[in-house]
């Protein structure tokens, strides 16, 4: 019998973190000549420095791994995927009662708009960011932070 794994089970994989090369016309389209596909745990560990009343972009999550691993660039695919499972696992933990979670909803996208990927949506994101201090524009067909700009996160 199959037993559906957890979220948090999602985040463990033996074969990550590595470094690919790239060659081709794959090279213009991710930036470089290595790309590293992140550990799950790793892209984790980002979101989880970012403090309240901060947001950080997807892309600045991608340009911080690839320092640290000393690659090009990393991958975009996988990194969305992985934030979304940090999100989900970060909402398990909090039904099963853990209080402090990984602030999953502290990513933006590039653009400053919100995720519609995320548990609960957009809407859920927004009330959480709402309940930080930060300003959402909800006119547009996805909503974003009202100057993201000011309240990125510094990542080390």
């Known amino acids: 019998m199959y037993t559906r794994k957890s979220w948090r089970e999602k985040m463990e994989n ?8 790239v060659s081709g016309s794959a090279r213009k389209r991710f930036g470089g000549r290595t790309l590293l596909v992140p550990h799950p745990r790793d892209v984790e560990a980002v979101l989880r420095t970012v403090r309240r009343g901060r947001v950080i972009t ?13 690659t090009d660039s990393t991958c975009p695919l996988t990194t969305g995927i992985f934030i979304r499972i940090a999100a989900e696992a970060a909402e398990e933990e909090a039904r099963a009662g853990k209080a402090k979670i990984t602030p999953y909803w502290r990513v933006v996208k590039d653009d400053g708009s919100l995720n519609p990927k995320f548990p609960g949506g957009v809407e859920a994101q927004a009330e959480r960011l709402r309940d930080e201090g930060q300003a959402i524009d909800a006119r547009r067909r996805i909503p974003r932070v009202i100057d993201a700009d000011r309240h990125h996160a510094k990542l080390r």
């Open 58 to 70: 997807v892309g600045e999550i991608r340009e911080f791994l690839a320092g640290k691993f000393q």
């Open 14 to 21: 033996p074969n990550l973190p590595k470094v690919v090369q």
